[in-house]
């Protein structure tokens, strides 16, 4: 037990006198508006996706709000059973290009709570998706990401989102509400 004990003093005081530094010259570079607050950079992960059929998404702007080990998981059921799809960002833009281009797509943040401790943060967004912007519901659910600040800039580490399904409706008060804790 003690032997546990120095092993975990050892590794915080060595995380605390090296941080792991956050991804050192990244290219390209992110756009510090896109970046600078939770606001922005959940903003910025909803408007690079967004787009009418024929229009290439921004996937160059995407790659700049992620670190380079960034996590994705797209939750859904098969066979009734909950089912997890764990990609990496470049996996999703891989994967949802051609679709999104060919038959447009826009996913709007519908609510959210931002929960904030030192330079750590998660935010519960709620969205709906469409194939226009003022094109029919196709479907609402929620992103969970979770972000930390390096002191310039905040990056997003990992998002998990489920679908809004008959056995999995949205709570009422998520639509339409923008909450900040603490």
Known sequence: MRMLGRLAWSLSTLCAIAPLPAAV?????????DVGTIEAIVHAYYDVINGPSGVPR???RDSTLYTAEATFVAMGEKDG?????IM?????????????????FYETEIGARIERFGNVAQVRSAYETRRAADGPLLGRGVNYLLLYW????WWITGAVWDDERTNNKLPVRWAGAQERAP
């Open 150 to 153: 390096d002191g310039t800039r």
């Open 81 to 85: 059973k909950p089912a997890a799809t």
């Open 88 to 104: 990496t960002p470049e996996q999703f833009r891989r994967s949802t290009d051609a679709d999104f281009v060919a038959k447009g």
């Open 58 to 60: 921004q996937w160059r």
């Open 25 to 33: 010259g990244q290219s390209p570079a992110a756009d510090p508006a």
